[in-house]
Protein backbone atom coordinates (compact mmCIF):
# COMPACT_ATOMS: atom_id res chain seq x y z
CA UNK A 1 0.00 0.00 0.00
CA UNK A 2 1.54 3.21 -0.72
CA UNK A 3 1.84 6.05 1.69
CA UNK A 4 0.00 8.97 1.77
CA UNK A 5 1.03 12.37 0.19
CA UNK A 6 1.59 13.59 3.64
CA UNK A 7 4.25 11.17 4.90
CA UNK A 8 5.58 10.63 1.58
CA UNK A 9 6.54 14.35 0.63
CA UNK A 10 7.75 14.98 4.77
CA UNK A 11 9.86 11.38 4.83
CA UNK A 12 11.71 12.79 1.20
CA UNK A 13 12.06 16.14 2.81
CA UNK A 14 13.40 14.94 6.20
CA UNK A 15 15.76 11.99 4.28
CA UNK A 16 17.41 14.95 2.22
CA UNK A 17 17.64 17.35 5.70
CA UNK A 18 20.03 14.46 7.41
CA UNK A 19 21.92 14.12 3.86
CA UNK A 20 22.93 17.65 3.81
CA UNK A 21 23.94 17.05 7.82
CA UNK A 22 21.22 17.66 9.96
CA UNK A 23 21.79 15.69 12.98
CA UNK A 24 19.25 17.36 15.52
CA UNK A 25 16.20 18.29 15.81
CA UNK A 26 14.21 19.56 18.66
CA UNK A 27 10.21 18.59 18.58
CA UNK A 28 7.42 19.99 20.74
CA UNK A 29 4.03 18.23 20.33
CA UNK A 30 0.89 19.28 18.01
CA UNK A 31 -1.16 17.54 16.22
CA UNK A 32 -1.13 19.50 12.58
CA UNK A 33 2.79 18.62 12.71
CA UNK A 34 1.96 14.77 12.69
CA UNK A 35 3.42 13.66 9.46
CA UNK A 36 6.83 16.08 10.14
CA UNK A 37 7.40 14.41 13.75
CA UNK A 38 6.23 11.04 12.14
CA UNK A 39 9.32 11.70 9.43
CA UNK A 40 11.98 12.59 12.15
CA UNK A 41 10.91 9.69 14.26
CA UNK A 42 11.77 7.23 11.28
CA UNK A 43 15.17 9.11 10.39
CA UNK A 44 17.99 7.02 12.33
CA UNK A 45 20.83 9.95 11.65
CA UNK A 46 19.05 12.37 13.42
CA UNK A 47 18.80 12.70 17.07
CA UNK A 48 15.50 13.64 18.44
CA UNK A 49 14.82 16.06 21.86
CA UNK A 50 10.95 16.49 23.02
CA UNK A 51 9.98 19.69 24.70
CA UNK A 52 6.23 20.88 25.40
CA UNK A 53 6.86 24.11 25.02
CA UNK A 54 7.63 25.61 22.20
CA UNK A 55 10.23 28.33 23.39
CA UNK A 56 12.04 26.40 25.61
CA UNK A 57 12.34 23.92 22.39
CA UNK A 58 13.14 27.01 19.88
CA UNK A 59 16.27 27.86 23.03
CA UNK A 60 17.23 24.17 23.12
CA UNK A 61 17.59 23.93 19.21
CA UNK A 62 19.62 27.42 19.55
CA UNK A 63 21.56 25.83 22.17
CA UNK A 64 22.73 22.73 20.31
CA UNK A 65 23.61 24.87 17.27
CA UNK A 66 25.71 27.04 19.45
CA UNK A 67 27.40 24.47 20.97
CA UNK A 68 27.92 22.64 17.15
CA UNK A 69 28.30 25.25 14.98
CA UNK A 70 26.21 23.15 13.13
CA UNK A 71 21.84 23.77 12.30
CA UNK A 72 19.28 22.04 14.41
CA UNK A 73 16.20 22.42 13.75
CA UNK A 74 12.76 23.02 15.86
CA UNK A 75 9.40 22.00 14.60
CA UNK A 76 5.63 23.02 16.17
CA UNK A 77 2.24 22.51 15.49
CA UNK A 78 0.21 25.61 13.93
CA UNK A 79 -1.37 28.61 15.52
CA UNK A 80 0.39 30.56 18.43
CA UNK A 81 2.53 27.58 18.84
CA UNK A 82 4.82 28.85 16.21
CA UNK A 83 4.73 32.67 17.69
CA UNK A 84 6.59 31.11 20.91
CA UNK A 85 9.93 30.37 18.30
CA UNK A 86 9.89 34.05 17.89
CA UNK A 87 12.53 35.31 20.84
CA UNK A 88 14.78 32.58 19.75
CA UNK A 89 14.87 33.02 16.48
CA UNK A 90 15.91 37.02 17.24
CA UNK A 91 18.71 35.65 18.81
CA UNK A 92 19.83 33.28 16.58
CA UNK A 93 19.91 35.95 13.69
CA UNK A 94 21.38 38.61 16.39
CA UNK A 95 24.14 36.02 17.04
CA UNK A 96 24.46 34.26 13.59
CA UNK A 97 23.77 30.97 15.18
CA UNK A 98 22.35 28.34 11.96
CA UNK A 99 18.46 27.65 13.55
CA UNK A 100 15.86 25.89 11.32
CA UNK A 101 12.41 26.98 12.19
CA UNK A 102 9.98 24.88 11.16
CA UNK A 103 6.38 25.42 11.81
CA UNK A 104 3.29 23.06 10.17
CA UNK A 105 0.00 24.76 9.15
CA UNK A 106 -3.46 24.49 8.15
CA UNK A 107 -3.94 24.32 4.60
CA UNK A 108 -4.63 27.64 2.33
CA UNK A 109 -8.03 27.10 1.91
CA UNK A 110 -8.28 27.34 5.73
CA UNK A 111 -6.78 30.57 6.15
CA UNK A 112 -8.57 33.81 7.14
CA UNK A 113 -11.76 31.63 7.33
CA UNK A 114 -12.38 31.76 11.07
CA UNK A 115 -10.48 28.28 11.20
CA UNK A 116 -10.01 26.64 14.55
CA UNK A 117 -6.20 27.31 15.70
CA UNK A 118 -5.32 29.13 12.22
CA UNK A 119 -3.23 32.44 12.19
CA UNK A 120 -1.30 33.50 9.59
CA UNK A 121 2.22 31.87 9.65
CA UNK A 122 3.02 33.10 6.28
CA UNK A 123 6.88 35.39 6.94
CA UNK A 124 5.40 34.59 10.73
CA UNK A 125 9.22 36.09 11.72
CA UNK A 126 9.68 39.26 9.24
CA UNK A 127 13.37 40.20 8.68
CA UNK A 128 14.45 38.17 11.52
CA UNK A 129 15.39 35.23 9.41
CA UNK A 130 17.59 34.78 6.21
CA UNK A 131 14.83 33.14 3.94
CA UNK A 132 11.28 32.56 4.92
CA UNK A 133 9.55 30.31 2.56
CA UNK A 134 6.08 29.03 2.41
CA UNK A 135 5.54 25.04 1.32
CA UNK A 136 3.41 23.74 -0.75
CA UNK A 137 0.56 21.10 0.51
CA UNK A 138 1.72 17.61 -0.44
CA UNK A 139 -0.88 15.90 -2.92
CA UNK A 140 -0.93 12.33 -4.25
CA UNK A 141 1.58 12.57 -7.21
CA UNK A 142 1.70 10.26 -9.95
CA UNK A 143 5.48 8.41 -10.96
CA UNK A 144 5.60 10.72 -14.66
CA UNK A 145 5.21 14.05 -12.34
CA UNK A 146 7.87 13.92 -9.46
CA UNK A 147 8.93 17.54 -10.04
CA UNK A 148 6.88 19.17 -6.85
CA UNK A 149 8.24 16.16 -4.61
CA UNK A 150 12.30 16.80 -5.32
CA UNK A 151 11.14 21.05 -4.96
CA UNK A 152 9.85 20.32 -1.54
CA UNK A 153 12.89 17.76 -0.25
CA UNK A 154 15.31 20.75 -2.25
CA UNK A 155 13.89 23.02 -0.52
CA UNK A 156 15.04 21.69 3.01
CA UNK A 157 18.31 21.27 1.38
CA UNK A 158 18.55 24.78 0.22
CA UNK A 159 17.43 25.89 4.07
CA UNK A 160 20.47 24.08 6.22
CA UNK A 161 23.14 25.14 3.58
CA UNK A 162 21.32 28.72 3.89
CA UNK A 163 21.07 28.57 7.59
CA UNK A 164 24.86 26.81 7.61
CA UNK A 165 26.25 29.88 4.93
CA UNK A 166 28.79 32.41 5.14
CA UNK A 167 26.62 34.66 7.70
CA UNK A 168 24.67 31.96 9.53
CA UNK A 169 21.30 32.32 11.17
CA UNK A 170 17.62 31.39 11.25
CA UNK A 171 15.39 30.52 8.10
CA UNK A 172 11.91 29.68 8.46
CA UNK A 173 9.89 26.72 6.85
CA UNK A 174 6.29 27.11 6.94
CA UNK A 175 4.25 23.55 5.93
CA UNK A 176 0.89 23.24 5.30
CA UNK A 177 -0.98 19.49 5.50
CA UNK A 178 -4.16 18.91 4.58
CA UNK A 179 -5.85 15.48 6.42
CA UNK A 180 -5.04 12.75 6.79
CA UNK A 181 -2.08 13.67 8.90
CA UNK A 182 -1.63 9.85 9.88
CA UNK A 183 -0.95 6.91 7.87
CA UNK A 184 -3.94 4.77 6.89
CA UNK A 185 -2.09 1.78 8.24
CA UNK A 186 0.96 0.38 9.92
CA UNK A 187 1.96 -0.57 6.63
CA UNK A 188 2.15 2.66 5.62
CA UNK A 189 5.13 3.87 8.65
CA UNK A 190 7.78 4.08 8.13
CA UNK A 191 7.94 4.88 4.43
CA UNK A 192 10.31 2.14 2.81
CA UNK A 193 13.76 3.96 1.69
CA UNK A 194 12.53 2.52 -2.19
CA UNK A 195 9.98 4.81 -2.04
CA UNK A 196 12.33 7.74 -1.52
CA UNK A 197 15.21 8.60 -3.68
CA UNK A 198 17.60 9.59 -1.00
CA UNK A 199 20.65 10.75 -2.95
CA UNK A 200 21.93 14.19 -1.49
CA UNK A 201 19.92 16.57 -3.78
CA UNK A 202 22.45 19.53 -3.30
CA UNK A 203 26.01 19.76 -1.57
CA UNK A 204 27.36 22.61 -0.31
CA UNK A 205 29.87 23.97 1.61
CA UNK A 206 30.74 27.02 4.10
CA UNK A 207 33.08 29.38 1.99
CA UNK A 208 36.64 30.65 3.17
CA UNK A 209 36.94 34.24 2.31
CA UNK A 210 40.42 35.60 1.85
CA UNK A 211 42.47 38.74 1.68
CA UNK A 212 44.44 39.77 -1.62
CA UNK A 213 47.85 39.49 -0.88
CA UNK A 214 48.36 42.91 -1.43
CA UNK A 215 46.02 43.78 1.45
CA UNK A 216 47.28 41.40 3.97
CA UNK A 217 51.11 43.11 3.18
CA UNK A 218 49.60 46.63 3.59
CA UNK A 219 48.02 45.71 6.77
CA UNK A 220 51.02 44.00 8.16
CA UNK A 221 52.79 47.26 7.44
CA UNK A 222 50.27 49.51 9.51
CA UNK A 223 50.81 47.24 12.39
CA UNK A 224 54.79 47.34 11.77
CA UNK A 225 54.70 51.46 11.99
CA UNK A 226 52.48 51.56 14.58
CA UNK A 227 53.80 50.20 17.67
CA UNK A 228 51.06 51.01 20.21
CA UNK A 229 48.16 49.08 19.25
CA UNK A 230 45.22 46.94 20.93
CA UNK A 231 43.41 43.75 19.48
CA UNK A 232 40.19 43.04 20.96
CA UNK A 233 38.21 39.79 20.72
CA UNK A 234 34.57 39.91 21.40
CA UNK A 235 32.16 37.55 21.39
CA UNK A 236 31.14 34.82 18.93
CA UNK A 237 34.63 35.09 17.30
CA UNK A 238 35.35 31.81 15.75
CA UNK A 239 36.31 28.76 17.34
CA UNK A 240 38.85 26.14 15.67
CA UNK A 241 42.07 27.24 15.61
CA UNK A 242 41.23 31.01 15.69
CA UNK A 243 42.46 31.74 19.31
CA UNK A 244 45.91 30.46 18.86
CA UNK A 245 46.32 32.29 15.59
CA UNK A 246 44.91 35.84 17.63
CA UNK A 247 47.20 34.73 20.53
CA UNK A 248 50.62 34.23 18.32
CA UNK A 249 49.79 37.27 16.66
CA UNK A 250 49.33 39.44 19.43
CA UNK A 251 53.01 37.97 20.81
CA UNK A 252 54.53 38.55 17.36
CA UNK A 253 53.15 42.36 17.20
CA UNK A 254 53.49 43.28 20.49
CA UNK A 255 50.07 44.47 20.92
CA UNK A 256 47.78 43.05 24.43
CA UNK A 257 45.23 40.94 23.73
CA UNK A 258 41.70 42.28 25.20
CA UNK A 259 39.59 39.04 25.62
CA UNK A 260 36.12 38.77 26.22
CA UNK A 261 34.60 35.88 27.69
CA UNK A 262 32.46 34.79 25.16
CA UNK A 263 35.09 35.33 22.78
CA UNK A 264 36.45 31.37 23.40
CA UNK A 265 40.05 33.25 23.36
CA UNK A 266 40.22 33.99 27.48
CA UNK A 267 40.95 30.47 28.83
CA UNK A 268 43.00 27.84 26.97
CA UNK A 269 46.72 27.44 26.84
CA UNK A 270 47.40 29.87 24.42
CA UNK A 271 47.02 32.21 27.15
CA UNK A 272 50.64 31.58 28.21
CA UNK A 273 53.37 33.58 27.14
CA UNK A 274 50.75 36.21 25.67
CA UNK A 275 49.48 39.30 27.01
CA UNK A 276 46.02 38.50 27.13
CA UNK A 277 44.08 40.92 29.34
CA UNK A 278 40.82 40.27 31.34
CA UNK A 279 40.49 42.56 33.84
CA UNK A 280 40.11 45.75 31.82
CA UNK A 281 36.66 46.41 33.09
CA UNK A 282 37.61 47.20 36.25
CA UNK A 283 41.25 49.27 35.41
CA UNK A 284 39.68 51.25 32.66
CA UNK A 285 37.24 52.88 35.41
CA UNK A 286 40.52 54.39 36.43
CA UNK A 287 42.01 57.42 34.93
CA UNK A 288 44.85 55.67 33.11
CA UNK A 289 48.28 57.54 32.54
CA UNK A 290 48.84 55.62 28.48
CA UNK A 291 48.90 57.69 25.41
CA UNK A 292 45.97 56.75 22.71
CA UNK A 293 46.25 53.37 21.22
CA UNK A 294 47.46 54.26 17.78
CA UNK A 295 45.65 51.40 16.10
CA UNK A 296 43.09 48.91 17.28
CA UNK A 297 42.21 45.71 15.44
CA UNK A 298 38.77 44.16 16.16
CA UNK A 299 37.18 40.56 15.77
CA UNK A 300 33.68 39.29 16.63
CA UNK A 301 30.71 40.95 17.82
CA UNK A 302 30.36 44.36 20.49
CA UNK A 303 32.30 43.60 23.75
CA UNK A 304 30.55 42.89 26.88
CA UNK A 305 32.36 45.26 29.21
CA UNK A 306 30.99 49.24 29.03
CA UNK A 307 34.39 50.63 29.95
CA UNK A 308 35.88 48.69 27.43
CA UNK A 309 33.17 50.15 24.58
CA UNK A 310 33.57 53.28 26.92
CA UNK A 311 37.52 53.91 26.11
CA UNK A 312 36.72 52.31 22.39
CA UNK A 313 34.73 55.21 21.75
CA UNK A 314 36.68 57.87 23.35
CA UNK A 315 40.54 56.99 22.37
CA UNK A 316 41.51 58.63 19.08
CA UNK A 317 43.45 55.81 17.08
CA UNK A 318 44.91 56.34 13.58
CA UNK A 319 42.80 53.35 12.46
CA UNK A 320 39.88 51.61 13.45
CA UNK A 321 40.24 48.00 11.80
CA UNK A 322 37.45 44.94 12.09
CA UNK A 323 38.07 41.50 10.82
CA UNK A 324 34.62 39.77 10.57
CA UNK A 325 34.63 36.85 8.13
CA UNK A 326 30.87 36.59 8.29
CA UNK A 327 30.79 40.70 6.84
CA UNK A 328 28.06 41.32 9.75
CA UNK A 329 28.60 44.64 10.94
CA UNK A 330 29.24 45.17 14.68
CA UNK A 331 30.13 49.23 16.08
CA UNK A 332 27.13 50.99 17.27
CA UNK A 333 29.98 54.44 17.82
CA UNK A 334 30.24 53.95 13.55
CA UNK A 335 33.93 54.46 13.96
CA UNK A 336 35.36 51.79 12.41
CA UNK A 337 37.76 53.28 9.42
CA UNK A 338 38.37 49.50 7.75
CA UNK A 339 36.18 47.17 7.68
CA UNK A 340 38.16 43.56 6.56
CA UNK A 341 35.83 40.67 5.18
CA UNK A 342 38.21 37.44 5.74
CA UNK A 343 38.74 34.22 7.44
CA UNK A 344 39.82 35.40 10.91
CA UNK A 345 42.42 32.51 11.13
CA UNK A 346 44.05 32.79 8.44
CA UNK A 347 44.69 36.28 8.53
CA UNK A 348 46.09 35.88 11.79
CA UNK A 349 48.55 33.36 10.29
CA UNK A 350 49.54 35.71 7.51
CA UNK A 351 50.11 38.76 9.82
CA UNK A 352 52.10 36.87 12.26
CA UNK A 353 54.24 35.35 9.22
CA UNK A 354 54.70 38.67 7.88
CA UNK A 355 55.79 40.75 10.79
CA UNK A 356 58.72 40.84 12.76
CA UNK A 357 58.79 39.97 16.36
CA UNK A 358 58.70 43.38 17.57
CA UNK A 359 59.26 42.19 21.15
CA UNK A 360 59.26 43.96 25.18
CA UNK A 361 58.13 48.00 24.53
CA UNK A 362 57.19 50.85 26.79
CA UNK A 363 53.33 50.31 25.46
CA UNK A 364 53.32 46.42 25.98
CA UNK A 365 55.00 47.23 29.08
CA UNK A 366 52.12 49.43 30.77
CA UNK A 367 49.61 47.55 29.78
CA UNK A 368 50.07 44.40 31.60
CA UNK A 369 51.35 46.38 34.24
CA UNK A 370 48.71 47.43 34.62
CA UNK A 371 46.18 44.23 33.96
CA UNK A 372 48.88 42.42 36.42
CA UNK A 373 48.01 45.13 39.64
CA UNK A 374 44.85 45.62 38.72
CA UNK A 375 44.10 41.57 38.57
CA UNK A 376 45.93 41.26 41.08
CA UNK A 377 44.38 44.36 44.11
CA UNK A 378 41.31 42.95 42.76
CA UNK A 379 41.73 39.14 43.48
CA UNK A 380 42.85 40.32 47.08
CA UNK A 381 39.73 42.75 47.63
CA UNK A 382 37.89 40.01 46.95
CA UNK A 383 39.29 37.32 49.58
CA UNK A 384 39.14 40.33 52.12
CA UNK A 385 35.25 41.55 51.56
CA UNK A 386 32.00 39.75 52.91
CA UNK A 387 30.84 37.43 49.97
CA UNK A 388 28.90 38.77 47.25
CA UNK A 389 27.63 37.19 44.26
CA UNK A 390 30.87 38.71 42.00
CA UNK A 391 32.75 36.64 43.86
CA UNK A 392 30.94 33.66 42.01
CA UNK A 393 33.10 34.23 38.94
CA UNK A 394 36.61 33.11 40.40
CA UNK A 395 34.78 29.86 42.38
CA UNK A 396 32.62 28.71 39.21
CA UNK A 397 35.91 29.00 37.04
CA UNK A 398 38.34 26.99 39.10
CA UNK A 399 35.61 24.70 39.87
CA UNK A 400 35.01 23.44 36.37
CA UNK A 401 37.21 20.87 34.94
CA UNK A 402 39.37 21.44 31.87
CA UNK A 403 37.11 20.41 28.87
CA UNK A 404 34.13 21.88 30.85
CA UNK A 405 31.23 24.30 29.80
CA UNK A 406 29.83 27.51 31.46
CA UNK A 407 27.35 28.66 30.35
CA UNK A 408 26.30 31.90 31.86
CA UNK A 409 23.43 34.48 31.61
CA UNK A 410 22.38 37.64 30.91
CA UNK A 411 22.01 40.43 33.36
CA UNK A 412 24.58 40.41 36.18
CA UNK A 413 26.47 36.61 35.98
CA UNK A 414 27.77 37.40 32.61
CA UNK A 415 29.03 41.00 33.89
CA UNK A 416 30.66 39.29 36.46
CA UNK A 417 32.26 36.84 34.74
CA UNK A 418 33.87 39.63 32.38
CA UNK A 419 35.25 41.81 35.61
CA UNK A 420 36.25 38.62 37.77
CA UNK A 421 36.69 35.97 35.63
CA UNK A 422 40.41 36.31 34.93
CA UNK A 423 42.26 34.83 31.90
CA UNK A 424 44.20 31.47 32.34
CA UNK A 425 45.70 28.43 30.50
CA UNK A 426 42.96 25.95 31.65
CA UNK A 427 40.68 25.06 28.45
CA UNK A 428 37.46 25.94 29.03
CA UNK A 429 33.70 26.51 26.96
CA UNK A 430 32.33 29.56 27.55
CA UNK A 431 28.70 29.86 26.08
CA UNK A 432 25.96 32.83 26.33
CA UNK A 433 23.63 34.48 23.51
CA UNK A 434 24.27 37.60 23.61
CA UNK A 435 22.92 38.78 20.43
CA UNK A 436 19.88 40.19 21.63
CA UNK A 437 20.55 39.93 25.47
CA UNK A 438 17.23 38.57 26.40
CA UNK A 439 16.79 36.60 29.26
CA UNK A 440 14.46 33.96 27.59
CA UNK A 441 15.03 30.91 27.59
CA UNK A 442 18.73 30.54 29.00
CA UNK A 443 18.32 26.94 30.73
CA UNK A 444 17.06 25.53 27.89
CA UNK A 445 20.08 27.00 25.87
CA UNK A 446 22.55 25.93 28.66
CA UNK A 447 20.96 22.46 28.77
CA UNK A 448 21.54 21.71 25.06
CA UNK A 449 25.11 22.86 25.36
CA UNK A 450 25.29 20.37 28.36
CA UNK A 451 23.73 17.75 25.51
CA UNK A 452 25.77 18.37 23.12
CA UNK A 453 29.04 17.76 24.03
CA UNK A 454 28.24 15.91 27.40
CA UNK A 455 30.70 17.16 29.33
CA UNK A 456 30.47 18.88 32.89
CA UNK A 457 28.48 22.33 32.64
CA UNK A 458 27.62 24.69 34.90
CA UNK A 459 25.12 27.14 34.02
CA UNK A 460 25.22 30.77 36.08
CA UNK A 461 21.75 32.44 36.06
CA UNK A 462 20.30 35.29 37.76
CA UNK A 463 17.20 34.46 39.44
CA UNK A 464 14.92 36.40 37.02
CA UNK A 465 16.39 34.84 34.33
CA UNK A 466 16.29 31.59 35.95
CA UNK A 467 12.53 32.13 36.71
CA UNK A 468 11.75 33.03 33.30
CA UNK A 469 12.68 29.59 31.60
CA UNK A 470 11.90 27.26 34.29
CA UNK A 471 9.65 25.09 31.94
CA UNK A 472 12.69 24.22 30.04
CA UNK A 473 13.85 22.06 32.97
CA UNK A 474 11.59 19.49 32.32
CA UNK A 475 14.11 18.18 29.27
CA UNK A 476 16.31 16.74 32.61
CA UNK A 477 13.91 14.29 33.04
CA UNK A 478 10.90 14.42 29.72
CA UNK A 479 13.68 14.63 27.06
CA UNK A 480 14.12 11.42 24.79
CA UNK A 481 17.75 12.42 25.12
CA UNK A 482 18.86 13.82 28.44
CA UNK A 483 21.87 16.50 28.52
CA UNK A 484 24.97 15.13 31.00
CA UNK A 485 26.14 16.41 34.14
CA UNK A 486 24.52 19.39 35.17
CA UNK A 487 24.97 22.37 37.80
CA UNK A 488 23.05 25.36 37.71
CA UNK A 489 24.10 28.20 39.84
CA UNK A 490 21.65 30.92 40.72
CA UNK A 491 22.62 34.60 42.06
CA UNK A 492 19.43 35.15 43.93
CA UNK A 493 19.49 38.59 45.24
CA UNK A 494 15.81 38.77 45.07
CA UNK A 495 15.25 40.62 42.13
CA UNK A 496 16.77 42.53 39.26
CA UNK A 497 19.81 43.46 40.77
CA UNK A 498 21.02 44.74 37.47
CA UNK A 499 18.97 47.70 37.79
CA UNK A 500 20.99 48.91 40.72
CA UNK A 501 23.85 50.04 38.50
CA UNK A 502 21.12 52.34 37.01
CA UNK A 503 20.12 55.90 37.37
CA UNK A 504 16.39 55.05 38.11
CA UNK A 505 17.95 52.75 41.83
CA UNK A 506 17.89 56.64 43.12
CA UNK A 507 14.18 57.20 42.77
CA UNK A 508 12.33 54.47 45.54
CA UNK A 509 9.71 53.43 45.48
CA UNK A 510 8.62 52.99 42.17
CA UNK A 511 12.32 51.59 41.56
CA UNK A 512 11.99 48.59 44.12
CA UNK A 513 8.29 47.96 42.96
CA UNK A 514 8.53 48.25 39.16
CA UNK A 515 12.30 47.84 38.38
CA UNK A 516 14.06 45.22 41.02
CA UNK A 517 10.68 43.68 41.46
CA UNK A 518 11.41 41.10 44.42
CA UNK A 519 10.28 37.93 44.48
CA UNK A 520 9.45 35.44 47.26
CA UNK A 521 9.84 32.25 44.95
CA UNK A 522 11.36 29.37 46.74
CA UNK A 523 13.99 27.95 44.18
CA UNK A 524 14.01 24.58 46.55
CA UNK A 525 10.31 23.93 45.70
CA UNK A 526 11.32 24.07 41.84
CA UNK A 527 14.34 21.60 42.67
CA UNK A 528 11.76 19.38 44.16
CA UNK A 529 8.91 19.55 40.93
CA UNK A 530 12.28 18.43 38.89
CA UNK A 531 13.96 16.27 40.31
CA UNK A 532 17.13 18.26 40.99
CA UNK A 533 19.59 18.22 44.19
CA UNK A 534 19.22 21.58 46.01
CA UNK A 535 21.61 23.83 48.17
CA UNK A 536 21.08 26.91 49.71
CA UNK A 537 24.06 28.71 49.80
CA UNK A 538 25.04 32.21 52.19
CA UNK A 539 29.03 31.72 52.35
CA UNK A 540 32.01 31.38 50.34
CA UNK A 541 33.31 28.47 51.63
CA UNK A 542 30.10 26.60 51.56
CA UNK A 543 29.83 27.40 47.88
CA UNK A 544 33.25 26.02 46.99
CA UNK A 545 32.92 22.72 48.84
CA UNK A 546 29.24 22.34 47.59
CA UNK A 547 30.26 23.11 43.70
CA UNK A 548 32.99 20.35 44.08
CA UNK A 549 30.59 17.75 44.75
CA UNK A 550 28.14 19.03 42.07
CA UNK A 551 30.27 18.59 40.04
CA UNK A 552 31.62 15.70 40.38
CA UNK A 553 28.13 14.04 40.74
CA UNK A 554 26.36 13.09 37.48
CA UNK A 555 22.89 13.67 39.13
CA UNK A 556 21.62 17.43 38.17
CA UNK A 557 22.27 19.85 41.14
CA UNK A 558 20.73 23.41 41.66
CA UNK A 559 22.90 25.43 43.90
CA UNK A 560 20.86 28.84 45.16
CA UNK A 561 23.50 31.39 46.34
CA UNK A 562 21.17 33.59 48.43
CA UNK A 563 22.62 36.96 48.85
CA UNK A 564 21.91 40.64 49.49
CA UNK A 565 21.75 42.91 46.16
CA UNK A 566 22.07 46.28 48.04
CA UNK A 567 25.35 44.99 49.26
CA UNK A 568 26.63 43.31 46.76
CA UNK A 569 26.64 46.57 45.00
CA UNK A 570 28.22 48.08 47.41
CA UNK A 571 31.07 45.55 47.47
CA UNK A 572 31.65 46.05 43.56
CA UNK A 573 31.85 49.78 44.07
CA UNK A 574 34.19 49.41 47.06
CA UNK A 575 36.72 46.91 44.98
CA UNK A 576 36.87 48.96 42.29
CA UNK A 577 37.29 51.77 44.15
CA UNK A 578 40.43 49.98 45.70
CA UNK A 579 42.18 48.74 42.45
CA UNK A 580 41.98 52.50 40.80
CA UNK A 581 43.46 53.34 43.84
CA UNK A 582 46.01 50.89 43.35
CA UNK A 583 46.81 52.17 39.82
CA UNK A 584 47.05 55.64 40.54
CA UNK A 585 50.19 54.86 43.38
CA UNK A 586 51.43 52.78 40.91
CA UNK A 587 51.41 54.83 37.72
Not at 147 to 153: D, G, I, T
Not at 357 to 375: I, K, M, N, Y
Not at 400 to 422: E, M
Request: glycine content about 8%.
Amino acid sequence: MKPTGNLLWTTAFVTALADAGLRAVCIAPGSRSTPLVLAFAAEPRITLYRHLDERSAAFFALGLALATDRPAAVVCTSGTAAANFLPAIIEANMSQIPLLAITADRPHELRHSGANQTIDQVKLFGNHVLWAVDLPVPVELVEENELPMRNYALTGVRAYNLANGLRQGPVHLNMPFRPPLEPASSKQYPVSSNQVNSEQLVSAERPTVHCSAAAVQALAELIDTHERGLIVCGPRCPGGDFPDAVAALSRQSGYPLLADPLSGVRFGPWVSGAAVCSSYETFMQARLEWPDSELIVRFGALPVSKWLNSYLSRCQPRRRIHIRENGVWADDSHLTTDFIQAHETVICRQLTDLLPARGETAWLAAVTSTEQTARQSQQEAIGQSPFFDGALAGEIVAGLPAGGNLFVGNSLPIRHLDQYGSAQAKPLNIFGIRGASGIDGNISAGLAVAAASQQPTIIWLGDITFYHDMNGLLALSHSLQPPGNITFVISNNHGGGIFRRLPIAQFDPPFTDLFLTPHDLDFGLVADLYGLRYAKITSDAEFGEVLAVAVANPAPYLLDVVTDGRTDDQIRRQINAIVKERLVINN
